[in-house]
């Protein structure tokens, strides 16, 4: 624990305040995922009468659920490269040169993270309504990608900025031209910045809610598909079923997001 | 000794009146000079002078505003640094991270696509050359920085470019091992017969290294010469200021010492500390004094001595030993006596 190393170990009403808290946050999540193995289908009885691992094969039997798996899938995955793509080009834009209006770039890049999804939302369905484009799986990437963007472009950035400007000179200087100084110079600088973006932004776009209901038209994502069940509910066990299944898809990446990045910190700093 | 003018031989790199500004800022003023094959050259200037802009426009790094640049004859307006026989050993090494030692030494071939093993042998010579041998698989980040250094070096020269730029390569490294190195840079240019650019801010490194030197001020180049030229003959006030120390003379003490009222420039260690009676031989000025201060500097003694019309800095070897010779406490009254050809007259312009 970080507070051992510090010598003084916490007093007992900060201990009990941190496991509170710990607590608070967590139980909710233990909960969910032991009703996924509930044996009673009807209700939330606590504690669980039995044990069972149907409501695993039903989940993965039921066409709704799979096909609104493959959705989320997939708008993660296009949306996520779509970010990649332009979240970097954007970073090394704002890193590399000085334009008009570059701090407003930056601003504007950020700010359909720092605005209520619901803003984005309306906003964005106006627009497709404006402009006359029915709602489709592209809609989604389009909603998911304004988010998605940011979160790469910030980490890229953040890992720009601690980048040696001269590495690209000595890089066209020892005869390498743009094209191979970007491979061999610029990218495995980046990489992992843009990895640890890239798992960041497919998380957010796996779970995302609020976009997604007013640019998905009438498909549903994991998301979407679970807000329905919540309204008419069939079987209760196979929503935490899925609720497990999206804890684990996004919580993997964060965690390599989160190491990816905390293990470059030091070979970053020490090469200024 | 290489001759110091460019003579028939093609210059290794020649300035025709380049200019270089950034929006309203000149940085680099209508600067011409040639720098011959094989030539150790040292720019020298405080920050800002342009020194570094010259350097960066020799790389492709920075375009001329003005004027025309050529490289082994070749005018390279517009060449792109990945196309000019040149390298370069930047202020900060600017080693890639993401690499080992042995693949940053590499990296020049890597990109011309020489084989694997081809590759991994000249990258072994190079490192044997800056003493690095053995460290082909470790990460600059865990290299000191003296090491890093060398590596820097061996990745510029590894290609065999004919001009080498190097920009104040060896700031970052302490006082001990910076001269060490300043030995090892100028026995390694002799060896490999590259021609060295060499930018400094430090006059002694300069005097200590290079066959000719520029001294660089306000994006001019005020003189260029070869240490010795620059240091007994400086041009301007600034250069003589610039270079080592120097006191600057005018109004009478100037008529009084020069013969001829104008401005001077005496170097304090040309100055003799003498009785006041003691005789004048011909050729040299001579003018009756009061030390103010003297300062202990270990090898040498620095004395002010208050004249008539100002004040002159005398420096004496420490002879004898002990904080102050006898007879040049504060207060003593004494004789300067320097020669003549040792004042030296600058530019009515300069400052």
Redesign the interface.
């Given at each position: 624990m970080p507070s051992d190393r510090h010598g003084a170990r916490p007093g007992i009403a900060l201990r009990t305040a941190a496991l509170g808290g710990m607590l608070f946050l967590h139980v909710p999540i233990a909960i969910i995922v032991l009703y996924a193995f509930s044996s009673e289908s009807k209700s939330f009885v606590f504690p669980i009468p039995g044990f069972t691992l149907k409501w695993f094969g039903v989940a993965f039997q039921r066409p709704d659920i799979r096909e609104a798996l493959l959705l989320s899938l997939q708008v993660a995955a296009v949306s996520t490269i779509v970010a990649m793509i332009l979240g970097t080009l954007a970073a090394a834009a704002v890193w590399r040169s000085r334009f008009f209006g570059r701090e407003a770039v930056s601003l504007l890049l950020i700010l359909p993270i720092a605005l209520p999804g619901i803003i984005t939302g309306i906003a964005l369905r106006a627009a497709l309504n404006l402009a006359e484009i029915p709602f489709s799986f592209w809609t989604i990437v389009i909603g998911h990608a304004t988010f998605c963007i940011v979160v790469v472009y910030n980490n890229v950035l953040a890992r720009f900025r601690r980048t040696?400007r001269?590495?690209i000179?000595?890089?066209?200087?020892?005869?390498?031209?743009g094209f191979?100084t970007l491979r061999?110079?610029i990218l495995?600088?980046i990489a992992t910045a843009l990895l640890a973006g890239g798992m960041l932004a497919f998380a957010l776009s796996f779970d995302e809610v609020i976009v997604t209901t007013f640019t998905a038209g009438q498909q549903s994502t994991l998301p979407i598909w679970m807000l329905s069940e919540l309204v008419r509910p069939r079987e209760r066990p196979v929503t935490n079923v899925v609720a497990v299944f999206v804890i684990a898809v996004t919580f993997v990446p964060i965690v390599l997001a989160f190491r990816l990045t905390r293990d470059t910190q030091d070979?970053?700093g020490?090469?200024? | 000794m290489r001759s110091t003018t460019a003579g028939a031989a093609t210059p290794a790199v020649a300035f025709h009146s380049v200019s270089r500004s950034f929006g309203d800022v000149l940085a680099v003023r209508e600067v011409s000079f040639e720098i011959a094959d094989g030539e150790f050259f040292a720019m020298l200037g405080p920050s800002g002078s342009g020194k570094t802009t010259c350097l960066r426009l020799i790389?492709?790094?920075e375009q001329p505003s003005g004027g025309r640049i050529e490289i082994h004859g070749d005018d390279v307006s517009g060449t792109?640094?990945?196309a000019r026989d040149?390298?370069?050993v930047?202020?900060?090494y600017?080693?890639?991270?993401?690499?080992s030692v042995g693949e940053n030494v590499e990296?020049?071939l890597?990109?011309?696509k020489v084989a694997k093993a081809e590759r991994r042998r000249r990258a072994g010579e190079m490192l044997e050359l800056v003493r690095l041998a053995g460290l082909y698989d470790r990460?600059?980040?865990q290299l000191s920085g003296g090491q890093r250094q060398r590596v820097a070096l061996a990745?510029?020269l590894i290609?065999r470019p004919r001009v080498l730029l190097l920009d104040e390569p060896l700031g970052a490294l302490d006082l001990k091992l910076r001269e060490q190195m300043q030995l090892e840079l100028k026995s390694l240019q002799r060896s490999v017969g590259i021609t060295f650019v060499y930018v400094t801010h430090d006059q002694g490194e300069a005097l200590a290294m290079s066959d000719r030197l520029a001294v660089f001020n306000h994006g001019r180049i005020e003189q260029i010469g070869s240490p010795a030229d620059v240091y007994d003959h400086p041009a301007s006030a600034f250069v003589a200021g610039f270079v080592g120390q120097t006191n600057l003379v005018e109004g009478y003490l100037a008529q009084r010492l020069g013969g001829f009222p104008g401005n001077y420039a005496i170097r304090p260690e040309r100055i003799r500390i003498v009785a006041p009676d003691a005789p004048v031989e011909p050729g040299w000025a001579c003018i009756d004094g009061t030390v103010v201060s003297t300062t202990y500097l270990g090898a040498s003694v620095r004395v002010q001595v208050a004249v008539e019309g100002g004040e002159l800095a005398v420096i004496e070897q420490n002879l004898d030993g002990g904080p102050t010779r006898a007879g040049r406490g504060p207060g003593a009254v004494v004789q300067l006596q320097v020669e003549r050809r040792h004042v030296q007259a600058l530019a009515a312009s300069a400052g």
């Open positions: 040696n001269a590495l000179e000595a890089s066209m200087d020892l005869g390498a031209d191979q061999h110079v495995p600088n070979v970053a020490s090469t200024k | 790389a492709g790094f792109p640094p990945y040149v390298t370069t930047f202020q900060d600017a080693l890639f991270p993401h690499m990296y020049a890597m990109i011309r990460k600059p980040a990745r510029a290609n």
